[in-house]
């Protein structure tokens, strides 16, 4: 059985709609799949009936930005009940701050001299929430940059005039939600958060102790050592393993769905705290 615990459509920052996303998953022999878009469960409607059209196995997913320190951290939740209030609060919770740090942006561009740039971004989100890089993208549109990268540079990176930081929540009140919502905590892909690996211990022990269940061990294609290394700090912590690809895009094949080894050997799989045996 090939799991992919991790990927995203085009509800959060994905290219592909949900049912592309799932028959790319089939066709990549993917037997379960958890769709896991940031802050929202709006695309795993239409996920499901793709699964249950090609005979996928479809986890409920959503990957939650939480705050660890003065840095943003991803908690995947598996396995979620759609219908639990607490996870509608969450999800509801995380697009506020959403809303209101676009709105931030938008009149920090104005003051810049940049007109209309909400609007402009929320048409470029379309079904997703407007986040930078559709600020970005309208930068780029009204000819104020010439590309992504210096829209970046020049308004929206760090220490630029329409920085704004976000303040997430912290690690125990995420889990708690996902917990409250009947699903699993996963730590995502803790190598990708630029910590030395004495903060990046620190970091997961600080989620073990938020009652987090699972390191995510495997994110797309990595060295084996990073692997082991990931495994080892899972056991010692307490921790389940999980693994998928992060996949966004057809052109990222380097996190490809299924595109990874599997666990080693040694790992307690996450999928048994889902009720799956194998
Ligand atoms: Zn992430
Ligand atoms: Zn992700």
Redesign the pocket.
Known sequence: MKFDL?C?SHFSDGILSPEMLVSRAKEREVNVLAL?DHDTIAGLFLAQQAADECGIILINGI?FSSQWGKGGV?IVGLGLKLESQSLKDAIDHQNHARVCRADQIASRLAKAGIAGALEGAQAIAGEAVVGRPHFAQYLVNIGAVNNINSAFKKYLGAGKSADVKYQWPDMPTVVNWIHAAGGVAVL?HPCKYDLTRTKMCALIKDFTQASGDALEVISGMQASAITDDLAGIAAVNNLASSCGS?FHSPNQPWQDLGNFSNLPARCKPVWQLLGFAA
């Open positions: 991790h995203h896991t990957e991803h995502a992060d």
